[in-house]
């Protein structure tokens, strides 16, 4: 069987450039880059070089930036760490109710330790209002919210929130997990104004085990542990040098093809969501108009989840329902959106890399439809 594979905002494959470099870090660059001889020296320079490829690919020419493990350890330091360091005065954190699973339980953690954490509803499109978020702020030490949903693909207002927390003088930091949203806009994330920001190596086609966790200058961020000093005593413990370097690589690649990139994503959008409407009876589809072109939420009332992606899953089309990490359990996300319970046990979730193809989409709907026989539509 041939593999439809569109299920890239769960991860991605491995791109040619990333895995060569993955492969030269483990056979030829693989001294620690702290050792102090010449093998190690090179390993270092791989090292800043990856480092300055992330920045440069979220639009940075300077800031910090650490490596961790992926995206959830990123939010996690950014969310415990910044609690921990700025949050004595101010023990309360604005977030939302559609936020990644990383950023939720990182939250009620901190809420048994007693900090008063707000959740922002969504509206019917899976966006918040800036202004709900920025008036919660006053007297909170951190705000985090993500730039695009895992989901829907729905976009976050998070410069206009930055903007918000300007304006009133707010004392909390801004964080945005942008692990959806990086390499996937026009603008750089830069452009955000966020204070922290957290992304995933893994999603944009570098190895798993690589995220980074971005700060602006003079912002403390405490280490989750503790060990060796490694990243500035920020994450301490041996770099994970071949998937940090398979990052700056996939940065590297992803960033100079990023215009041809959105506009053949932005044609996967268009073409599926013609062909899904015009092709299969009965789609409604959930993602705003507006949404990362990169992702597709749509329903097949009638229909279970589980069902049609067993089916398609048996004709080589993987997608996922709502998303990767939710096992089964009903969307956070669409409950929050208040979505029938209909659509939400209907919900299928498609994500595009730029290499898929319409292909991939016939293969998609022709799946949806002998699904759908199975529910005598
Ligand atoms: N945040 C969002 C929006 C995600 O989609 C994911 C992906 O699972 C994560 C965080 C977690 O990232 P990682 O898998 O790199 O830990």
């Known amino acids: 069987v041939m593999e439809h594979y569109l299920d890239n905002a769960a991860t991605t494959r491995v791109i040619e450039p990333a895995l060569k470099k993955a492969v030269y870090m483990m056979t030829d660059c693989y001294a620690n880059p702290s050792a102090q001889h010449e093998s190690g020296r090179l390993a270092a320079y791989e090292l800043k070089t990856a480092r300055e490829r992330v920045l440069r690919a979220l639009g940075f020419l300077s800031g910090q930036l650490i490596f961790t493990s992926g995206g959830t350890e990123a939010i996690n330091a950014a969310i415990l760490g910044i609690s921990r360091k700025y949050g004595r005065k101010n023990k309360k954190i604005v977030s939302t109710q559609i936020e990644h699973a990383a950023t939720l339980e990182a939250l009620k953690t901190l809420e048994k330790d007693g900090y008063e954490i707000i959740l922002i509803k969504p509206d019917r499109a899976g966006s918040v209002d800036a202004g709900e978020i920025a008036a919660q ?21 998070v410069k206009e929130i930055k903007r918000a927390l300007t304006a009133m003088k707010s004392p909390a930091l801004l964080h945005t997990d942008a692990v959806q949203a990086f390499l996937k806009t026009e603008e750089p994330l830069s452009a955000l104004g966020a204070d922290l920001i957290s992304v995933s190596g893994h999603k944009i086609g570098a190895m798993k085990g690589a995220g980074a966790l971005y700060a602006a200058e003079g912002i403390f961020i405490p280490p989750l542990f503790y060990g060796g000093g490694q990243e500035e005593g920020a994450r301490p413990g041996t770099e994970a040098l071949p998937a940090a370097a398979s990052m700056g690589e996939a940065c590297d690649f992803r960033s100079m093809r990023l215009n041809e990139d959105l506009k053949n994503l932005s044609k996967l959008n268009s073409y599926a969501r013609a062909s899904l409407i015009g092709k299969v009876p009965g789609v409604i589809i959930n993602s705003p108009q507006e949404a990362s072109p990169h992702i597709i939420n749509f329903s097949l009332p009638g229909a279970k989840s589980e069902v049609l992606l067993r089916v398609l899953s048996g004709r080589g089309v993987y997608v996922s329902a709502g998303s990767a990490c939710s096992r089964g359990r009903r969307s956070h996300v669409l409950t929050a959106m208040k979505l029938d319970p209909y659509l939400i046990d209907s919900a299928i979730r498609i994500s595009f890399c730029p290499e898929n193809t319409e292909d991939d989409i016939d293969a998609l709907c022709g799946g949806l439809n002998d699904g759908a026989i199975l529910f005598k539509r």
Request: glycine share 4%; proline share 5%.
């Open 137 to 157: 702020s006053k007297d909170a030490c951190l705000v985090t919210v993500m730039a695009v949903n895992n989901e829907t693909g729905a976009r976050l207002p």
